[in-house]
């Protein structure tokens, strides 16, 4: 009977091995299974039906040794046919003891599982596809059982507890979120379990980590017979979005209070197209107070605020506009506007561009309501022009009476008077006429510059030429406090094409400031030079310096930098003026340089040489 069993079990291999492993009997069931006739493999070790690696490894003989040590040897892997092919084998090995205990062989039975194997490594295959796909997205994705126990959990999910996928395996959900985390999502694991599909955002509180903003979507399991097996979970943690949404909206919110409370002002995002299309994104509510429309209505049709700009500016803007875009640079114009009741009102518009990826181009700016700044400015320069007129009138009435004043003083001298206090006073008259005529002189002409009434005659001139008039012109005052002058000019001369007149002018003031501001018996040095194509004059003294705050406003109009000096010497603070507006009137420049009070100043004119005065 067992024979006729283990000859007609064809599903299974049953033989025998002697205890070195040789076969001693082999049944239809290995026949058919490992390819060898019973002829063709009795006799011969069992080694045949093992893959190369498992030779290499011992493995015949250590499942043999296994099975006496323990009286099992597992021989679950893969082996070979007589053919070469492969299959997985399920199958023991079992040591044949006769009844005084000696080893006597062994009995080996092996089933073919290699579809089962092939199934296996499939699914495990699947496994690891699943794990790679899951572990590197950014999403948590848990696999629950009917009673609310994990299945699977990618790396994700496991990591933001601290864990590896391992150790969340097999727990309940309550397990590891903790009992105020679990309440939280409670619900909607009973709503799922019930065989609905659950999305919802909510704040969790996870032990060891705090609260998180979780948002997620639960979706049931069913077997192909319609039965509930569990959930899948997808759950993303949107904490830092959100929080990043909260402080996006407070930025928004605290943008939108201050536009909105720009005083006589707003700010706008507007965006336009290729075919001159406008649409305003966003204006504030400043823009009522400024034109009397409203945000809504703006917002509505862009041409609302453009109709509004006055005619007369309309094409300097787009000129702007043009440069802006043409240049890539912010648009920055000031312009006038019509208000809503008819007034008018100055604008100062400043706004940036950026391309966007549709191809339009969005401005993003700010305009506010210079009207009373214009005003302001107006009134200024009213009261510049009526300044200058004023000081050319001056400066008229002064000089009509001073030519009788002399011609009286050429009289007294021409009688020969010979009392000694008539001749000091004739001197006297003199003098102060000339002083006053130089004073009344210098007026005009600060009222002819500034007002652009003065032209210049301009030619080739050597510096040399206008050094001597000058300097024979501030000879007396200088003299007078008994000065040394020293004069520098280069052998080969320096040429400039200018008004002869007005240089003169300009080195005598030099000269004459030199001379006032410098105690007794100091040193003035005049010295021309040329660096590159430009004409260098510089003016320098051993007087009383000039402070550091000073040295920049010398050269405002009225201003002194001691008025402690008497009137007849400090003069009314206009040569440097002059000074200035000369130099700039030729393109050039000139600067003050001093250490400070006491340690002396030197001017510095610098004139371009051009092509006329080259040739």
């Known amino acids: 009977m067992f024979r006729l069993l283990v000859e007609n079990v064809v599903d299974y291999a049953i033989f025998i091995l002697d205890p070195q492993g040789i076969v001693l009997s082999w049944s239809k069931g290995a026949e058919r299974l490992l390819g060898y006739r019973e002829d063709e493999i009795v006799g011969r070790p069992i080694d045949v039906t093992f893959t190369p690696e498992d030779l290499q490894n011992g493995m015949p003989r250590r499942e043999l040794d296994e099975a006496l040590a323990t009286g099992r040897g597992d021989d679950d892997r893969w ?88 150790d969340v395996v097999g727990k309940h959900v309550r397990d590891v979120l903790g009992p105020a985390g679990y309440a939280t999502i409670a619900p909607h694991v009973d709503a799922v379990l019930r065989g609905e ?19 997620c979507a639960y979706d049931p399991e069913f077997d192909e017979e319609g039965r509930l097996q569990g959930f899948v979970a997808a759950l993303v943690n949107v904490t830092e979005s959100r929080q990043a949404r909260n402080a996006l909206r407070e930025t928004e919110e605290r943008l939108r209070t201050l536009s909105d409370n720009l005083p006589r002002g707003a700010v706008y995002q507007m965006v336009a197209d290729s075919s001159g299309g406008r649409r305003f994104l966003y204006i504030s509510a400043g823009i009522e107070a400024v034109l009397g429309v409203t945000p809504a209505e703006v917002l509505a049709d862009a041409s609302t605020i453009y109709r509004l700009i006055h005619e007369d500016d309309v094409p300097h803007m787009r000129e702007q506009e043009l440069v802006a875009i043409r240049e890539l640079v912010p648009f920055d114009g000031e312009f006038r506007m019509w208000t809503r009741s008819g007034g008018v009102v100055w604008v100062h518009c400043r706004s940036a561009r950026r391309r966007l990826s549709t191809g339009q181009t969005m401005w993003e700016g700010i305009f506010m309501d210079v009207t009373d700044r214009k005003q302001a400015e107006q009134a200024l320069r009213e009261a510049a022009r009526r300044k200058d007129e004023f000081l ?41 006429v000339e002083h006053m005529s130089r004073l009344v002189d210098d007026l005009l002409d600060v ?70 501001y410098t105690e007794e018996r100091g040193r003035i040095t005049l010295a021309a030079t040329r660096e590159g194509d430009t004409a260098v004059l510089r003016v320098r003294d051993t007087g009383m310096g000039i402070p550091q705050e000073m040295l920049t406003k010398v050269f405002d109009l009225f201003t002194q930098v001691d008025r402690s000096l008497a009137r007849s010497e400090g003069g009314l603070g206009i040569g440097l003026t002059l000074v200035k507006n000369i130099a700039e009137m030729h393109g050039g420049t000139v600067a003050a340089f001093s250490e400070g009070r006491g340690k002396g100043s030197e001017f510095v004119v610098r004139l371009p040489i051009s092509g006329e005065a080259k040739a």
């Open 197 to 215: 599909r659950v999305e919802f955002e909510t704040e969790i509180l996870i032990e060891g980590i705090g609260p998180q903003v979780i948002r």
């Open 79 to 166: 082996h070979v046919r007589k053919d070469g092919t492969r299959f997985w084998s399920s199958g023991v090995a079992t040591p044949l003891l006769d009844e005084r205990g000696h080893l006597r062989g062994f009995a080996k039975i092996m089933r073919d599982r290699t579809d089962y194997k092939r199934t296996e490594e499939a699914e495990r295959e699947r496994q690891r596809q699943l794990q790679l796909l899951t572990n590197h997205v950014p999403v948590l994705i848990a696999h629950c059982d009917i009673e609310g126990r994990f299945k699977y959990v990618n790396k994700p999910y496991a990591a933001r507890h601290g864990l590896e996928p391992a």
């Open 447 to 516: 009222s002819r510059i500034t007002s652009g009434k003065i032209k210049l005659q301009k030619g080739r001139v050597d510096l040399a030429t206008v050094v001597a008039p000058a300097v024979e012109t501030a000879r007396p005052l200088i003299d007078a406090r008994k000065h040394e002058l020293s004069i520098e000019l280069p052998p080969e001369g320096v040429c400039v094409y200018a008004d002869p007149t007005r240089l003169t002018q300009m080195v005598e003031n030099l000269l004459t400031n030199a001379a006032k």
């Open 392 to 432: 050319a009138m001056l400066a008229h009435e002064l000089r009509n009476p001073l030519a009788p004043i002399r011609t009286a003083a050429q009289v007294l001298r021409m009688l020969g008077v010979a009392d000694p206090r008539a001749e000091r006073s004739t001197k006297i008259i003199e003098r102060q």
